[in-house]
């Protein structure tokens, strides 16, 4: 059944060079690139803060910025300023030379932090407003209409850069995109006070049956500056793509109603009385729908380090795998090693052959994240184009924050010499981000037979 809504007039909110859909850190920063090389920028963001899973989700978890020896820094820009920023309120704490963490924000005050860094840099914010269509004329993207307490409305703009992690913006303009038949699972993210010392997989394993959860595999770790708050991530919710609504409403439930039943197992069978202090107020989305771009980005480019000309990210995080629809992980890392976690045994193997070098980094080309069909929107985040293993690695936080770092830079690069996205001068661009601040001059990859390859993918 279908009703036709009435035609209106609706006002224009606001009229930019550049609107960011969508405020996380990746859209935040793509924002304050693009003002601070002098563009009039907007950024809309749904929630009530920016920050996106780091707020929103609680997950205040950063990889490492280093290569994979924990040698050479290859992420600087943005996420590292916001680091000292933070440090000077004793807001993060840096863990050396670890493959599962690089640092620990509290997210509180990142929240504050991201505000400051918006204001300063000129940016016009909306929080509370939603994205609900594009607004095309003679075919082009002109706008996109926002629905907030004002009403409805449009901001209307030069470029677009979709930074809303399902890629709404791209697919609402029927862009062509890929959505996996099994995706990465979500997770409710949580903070309890008293479960020091607890093992809630293992209480899971033991008695999860008990309290209607199934077999399933998660971690736990520290909050910045609350000494006996734990931050947890201990479940899943499988078999939902958060791209729906429906299955989104039902993965929000379920996902709280999994974080009261691990807290009821371990008042029961570890005789503590946890107290719950947070929950996510938005569940942690991992994958949805990677949009098509003018190159897909493989698992074996991530792993064998390939070389690309339009590099605008490294990154070194390992592929990390959440099992689709049962319990456990995969972990690959680019010395050929494996790691496999299933029903709480962990495995050890190679996916190749040892060689006497290996990669220490990985390159995220440009290519990935303009689409075809629309000249002035790109995409940024995780709705990149990337294959299953590539995005295993590359969607981590310190990941997608260089896209959107990128995207604010090309969206200035393409405004200034008058073209398409898609044909934005790579070099022009690496430069213009090195400028800025960002790691993205040309450092060399290696394969795993020991040969430097630079530029390897053109």
């Not at 919710?237 to 197992?265: H, I, K, P, S």
Request: charge should be neutral.
């Amino acid at each position: 059944m279908k009703i036709r809504e009435s035609e209106r007039d609706v006002p224009v909110f606001h009229e930019a060079d550049v609107c960011v859909v969508g405020g996380s850190c990746t859209g935040v920063f793509a924002a304050v690139r693009a003002a601070r090389l002098g563009l009039r920028v907007a950024v809309v963001e749904k929630q009530n803060s920016f920050g996106g899973m780091a707020t929103q989700s609680i997950l205040g978890y950063w990889h490492s910025l280093k290569d994979t020896e924990f040698k050479r820094e290859i992420i600087a820009g943005l996420t590292r300023e916001i680091m000292d920023r933070l440090r000077k309120r004793e807001a993060v704490e840096v863990i050396e030379g670890s493959p599962d963490a690089g640092s620990v924000l509290n997210t509180e005050e990142l929240k504050i932090e991201l505000d400051e860094l918006v204001t300063e840099s000129g940016i016009m914010p909306y929080l509370h407003t939603w994205f609900a269509a594009p607004y095309l004329k003679d075919g082009r993207l002109e706008g996109v209409i926002v629905e907030n307490k004002s009403g409805r409305g449009v901001i209307l703009a030069k470029a677009f850069i979709d930074a809303t992690g399902d890629g709404d913006l791209a697919c609402r303009l029927g862009l062509p995109f890929t959505l996996r038949k099994h995706l990465q699972p979500p997770t409710t993210c949580s903070r309890i006070l008293g479960t020091e010392q607890v093992s809630i997989p293992d209480l899971i394993r033991a008695h999860g049956a008990e309290f209607g959860l199934p077999a399933d595999w998660g971690w736990s770790g520290q909050v910045v500056g609350v000494p006996g708050v734990k931050f947890h991530a201990e479940t899943h919710v499988f078999d939902v793509n958060c791209a729906d609504a429906d299955d989104l409403t039902r993965a929000e439930m379920q996902g709280r109603r999994t974080v009261r039943a691990y807290m009821d197992a371990v008042r029961k069978y570890a005789g503590r009385k946890p107290v719950l202090v947070d929950l996510g107020a938005h569940i942690g989305i991992r994958e949805t729908r990677h949009i098509h771009g003018a190159y897909r980005l493989t698992e074996q480019d991530v792993l064998t380090g390939a070389a690309f000309d339009d590099a605008i990210g490294y990154g070194s995080y390992r592929v990390d795998i959440h099992h689709e629809n049962r319990d456990g992980i995969t972990f690959r890392y680019l010395d050929g090693t494996e790691q496999v976690c299933e029903k709480g045994a962990w495995h050890s193997r190679r996916w190749r052959p040892e060689t006497p070098v290996n990669p220490t980094f990985y390159q995220i080309p440009y290519r990935t994240m303009v689409p075809a069909g629309c000249d002035n929107l790109l995409v940024c985040g995780r709705a990149i184009d990337a294959d299953a293993g590539s995005f295993g690695a590359i969607r981590v936080m310190v990941n997608t924050n260089q896209t959107g770092e990128a995207a604010g830079v090309a969206a200035y690069c393409a405004l200034s010499a008058g073209v398409s996205f898609a044909r934005v001068d790579s070099r022009t661009l690496r430069k213009t981000l090195a400028t800025g601040g960002s790691i993205a001059g040309a450092p060399r990859s290696v394969d795993t037979a020991g040969n430097n390859r630079v530029n390897s993918k053109t």
